[in-house]
T-cell receptor
């Protein structure tokens, strides 16, 4: 079983739409959680950390459910520039990162 | 913010040759750096953890004699793919953490290796 599972998509949405991605992780001892964004053939870049209480950064909202081992990312008012692959990342043992295979988002005009 | 520089960004080499990839932390010191590999449409997979002044820690299934890692200073780690073969063609990315950060790691820009 993979450490981190994500729906690969693609999610094709019009500009202005709200879209949500989910991610599940298998190790209940995982310590920290992140969403990274990866553009085609580029390196991943940190989008936001995910806190237990849920957190928001502009149009992006991340939530964590430790009981269900589930992480989500909500993007409101999608922009064309949001088109990318979103990676769910779980930190275990303080230095072991596990990456999901990513969810591809295409925002259409 | 923390910047990690990786070089080269792209390399094509002949089968059987060796390729060295450099990863530098530009404005912070990194006692630990990480090397990942990403095959098309797959997730990043941790290959090894590079420790300054000591031996690297390799993940299961990664050949340490094939993927040589040297972390000679607090700002530089190198990955050498020895006797490269076409199946080693992949996107290699390093990352390091600025201790002032929020557990977020900064990634290098990646190296696309093609072995022909």
């Amino acid at each position: 079983r993979k450490e981190v599972e994500q729906d690969p998509g693609p999610f094709n949405v019009p500009e202005g739409a709200t879209v949500a991605f989910n991610c599940t992780y298998s190790n209940s001892a995982s310590q920290s959680f992140f969403w990274y964004r990866q553009d085609c053939r580029k390196e991943p870049k940190l989008l936001m950390s995910v806190y237990s209480s849920g957190n928001e950064d502009g149009r992006f909202t991340a939530q964590l459910n430790r009981a269900s081992q589930y992480i989500s990312l909500l993007i409101r008012d999608s922009k064309l520039s949001d088109s990318a692959t979103y990676l769910c990342v779980v930190l275990y043992n303080f230095n072991k990162f596990y990456f999901g295979s990513g969810t591809k988002l295409n925002v259409k005009p | 913010g923390a910047v990690v520089s990786q070089h080269p960004s792209r390399v094509i080499c002949k089968s059987g040759t060796s390729v060295k990839i450099e990863c530098r932390s530009l404005d912070f010191q990194a006692t630990t750096m990480f090397w990942y590999r990403q095959f098309p449409k797959q997730s990043l997979m941790l290959m090894a953890t590079s420790n300054e002044g000591s031996k690297a820690t390799y993940e299961q299934g990664v050949e340490k004699d094939k993927f040589l890692i040297n972390h000679a200073s607090l700002t530089l780690s190198t990955l050498t793919v020895t006797s490269a073969h076409p199946e080693d063609s992949s996107f290699y990315i390093c990352s390091a953490r600025d201790m002032g950060g929020d557990y977020g790691y900064t990634f290098g820009s990646g190296t696309r290796l093609t072995v022909v």
